[in-house]
């Protein structure tokens, strides 16, 4: 599960962690009134307003923009409320955005990333560090892996103090800012292990120049003249298995932030996700789902979604699986592949008979079934024939996969 910048900031600051103020607002005519609020509990003119949507990039896509004037505040936010934003983590299509933060601007010395996430491959948490944060750390990581600092964290004690201290010196932290930037790693890492996380991250951590006004939450105000170590963007992802155990973090669950087409099946108990490709796929089980897709790719097709009706969908749930496949515009064939082991051939076959009467496959459809009740699914499709002739029944999962992959040559 995700969450927004402006809610990550908020478990940030409660965890002590400063933070600029600010405000979320869905509406331009807002953004004058909190500019002022925000400005004026920062003591600055500057404020930045910044899309709430659930991929970064929003920099180098210009829908982080910085202001000075209640009129550019405005501007800025209709600007990001009527546009849809494209960056290099959306995809061409972009994200609608309907949530905006305006934050209290702060001057920036240097940008630092900070983030802890969990190491598969040392099975540890790690808490990985730059002194070369802000929005090219992709690339710094990609180009530069020796100017990136990974700590790993004791799975009984966490990260301990004098890990802490070591990380802020090599990130070339002087003076007061030392203690601050141990403290915010701290916070984070207790965060990271409290919330069941599986990344927080701060890109970027910075410091303001010597002599500017503190933000409150942190050492307190006049004490910085070495400059003040700050959180300016925050993310948090946090593991779908464990949000049980935190009704807080499940509060901040954004429906409208999610793919519709995953929404409306999490709500049937479906497990789909949406790709790129032309062929819908509908299986039963997710190793089967994989197995299926690997199938298509091998005879050169891409799947338009992975989707796994479980093992004891209802009729209604498969035809629902359909409705959400056949809405999908890029869908140029589908294939059914059924094992059916608790799963009921004949209620697949049903949902697809249902499906052809109420919305109908104008693409070619291919079904594999195999398994439980597959003579009684057999029958169902072999009467519904005329009314789907689209369909094309296929021997196995190979055969499948090559009479679809041709389909929508
Ligand atoms: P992201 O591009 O989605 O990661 O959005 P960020 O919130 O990280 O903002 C991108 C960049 O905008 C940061 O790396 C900063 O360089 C700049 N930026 C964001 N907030 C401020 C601010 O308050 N003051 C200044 N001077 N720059 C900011
Ligand atoms: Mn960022």
């Not at 002739?389 to 296929?394: F, V």
Request: overall charge negative.
């Amino acid at each position: 599960m995700k969450i927004h910048e402006y809610q990550a900031r908020d478990l940030l600051a409660s965890a002590g962690v400063p933070v600029p103020p600010g405000v979320m607002i869905e509406t331009f005519e807002d953004a004058a009134t909190v500019y002022k609020q925000v400005t004026s509990e920062a003591g600055t003119n500057l404020a930045v307003v910044k899309a709430q949507v659930h991929a970064g990039g929003r920099g180098k896509a210009g829908f982080v923009k910085l202001v000075r004037s209640p009129d550019e505040a405005t501007d800025a936010a209709r600007f990001m409320l009527t546009n849809r934003m494209v960056s290099n983590q959306t995809g061409a299509e972009g994200l609608e955005v309907t949530k905006l933060l305006i934050a209290a601007g702060v001057d920036i010395a240097h940008e630092y990333y900070l983030a802890i996430t969990t190491d598969r491959k040392t099975r540890r948490n790690v808490l990985i560090a730059s002194a070369e944060g802000g929005v090219d750390i992709e690339e710094v990581a990609h180009t530069r892996p020796d100017a990136i600092i990974r700590e790993p964290l004791h799975p009984i004690l966490g990260l301990q103090a004098h890990q802490a201290r070591s990380v802020a010196f090599k990130l070339g932290f002087k003076g007061k800012q030392v203690g601050q930037a141990v403290k915010i790693m701290t916070a984070l890492s207790k965060l990271y292990i409290e919330k069941d996380c599986t990344l927080a991250e701060i890109n970027p951590l910075i410091t303001t120049p010597p002599g500017t006004p503190t933000v409150p939450g942190g050492s307190g105000a006049g004490d910085a003249p070495d400059g003040q170590v700050l959180a300016i963007d925050a993310k948090f992802n946090f593991d779908d298995n464990a949000t049980f155990r935190h009704k807080d973090i499940q509060q901040l669950f954004d429906p409208a932030a999610e793919n519709p087409a995953e929404m409306r099946a999490s709500r049937m108990g479906l497990t789909y996700i949406a790709l790129d490709g032309n062929i819908g796929c509908l299986v039963n089980g997710a190793g089967l789902a994989m197995a299926t897709m690997d199938t298509i790719k091998l005879e050169g097709g891409e799947p338009a979604n992975f989707l796994d009706v479980g093992g004891s969908a209802s009729e209604e749930a498969v035809t629902e699986a359909f409705r959400i496949i056949l809405a999908d515009a890029a869908v140029q064939g589908i294939l059914v592949n059924i094992f059916g082991g608790i799963m009921d051939c004949a209620v697949i076959a049903q949902g697809i008979v249902n499906a052809a009467k109420e919305v109908g496959f104008k693409v070619p459809l291919v079904v594999r079934l195999e398994g439980t009740n597959v003579a009684a699914g057999r029958k169902i499709l072999e009467q519904a024939r005329s009314e789907i002739p689209t369909m094309l029944p296929a021997k196995d999962l190979g055969d499948a996969a090559k009479q679809v992959t041709a389909a929508v040559a």
